[in-house]
């Protein structure tokens, strides 16, 4: 069983910074962090392999969002740069059953979400 806490969320400005924690990680497994918006389906935002040197993002996340993880302390982490009111969602950490990309819109795990709101 796999459980996993996401924290960090919250109501921020257009152009701050957040960091995203997510507790429970395995190691062996990828890790990623998808994100859904009021009405809109959820979408995978980044993902990370189990030895960190793998990473994938999404378009709209590439050079603003960064991904990283702690194996020692079973944390996974996403660092929001330069946020807009467009990323306002409820934020999923998700574990993944292999330590591979290759199905990053389909992982067997999630956590309950954390809310961030972005002001303009």
């Known amino acids: 069983q796999v459980r996993l806490v996401e924290s960090g969320g919250g109501l921020v400005q257009a152009g701050d910074s957040l960091r995203l924690s997510c507790s429970g990680s395995?190691?062996?497994?990828?890790m990623g962090w998808f994100r859904q918006a009021p009405g809109k389906d959820r979408e995978v935002v980044a993902a990370i392999t189990g030895s960190g040197q793998g990473t994938y993002y999404a378009d709209f996340a590439k050079g603003r969002f960064s991904i990283s993880r702690d194996n020692g302390k079973r944390m996974v982490y996403l660092q929001m740069n330069g946020l807009k009111p467009d990323d306002t969602a409820v934020y999923y950490c998700?574990?993944?059953?292999?330590?591979?990309?290759?199905?990053?819109?389909?992982?067997?795990?999630w956590g309950q979400g954390t809310q961030v709101t972005v002001s303009s």
């Open positions: 998700a574990a993944y059953l292999s330590n591979t990309l290759y199905s990053v819109d389909s992982p067997q795990y």
């Open positions: 395995i190691s062996a497994y990828s």
